[in-house]
């Protein structure tokens, strides 16, 4: 079965928020993982 391009991308300004969860050390595991995911759709930086 071949794999469906994700065409679903963070805009920067979410992409800069979730980097924040991700970097606060109070920040629940849960928000963390929701961060996390939300960088993965970002495109690649060329």
């Not at 980097?19 to 961060?35: E, I, M, Q």
């Amino acid at each position: 079965m071949a794999k469906r391009k994700n065409s679903e991308v963070t805009s920067a300004k979410a992409a800069s928020a979730a980097a924040k969860v991700l970097r606060d050390r109070k920040s629940s595991p849960a928000a963390k993982t929701a961060a996390a995911s939300a960088l993965t759709q970002r495109p690649n930086k060329k």
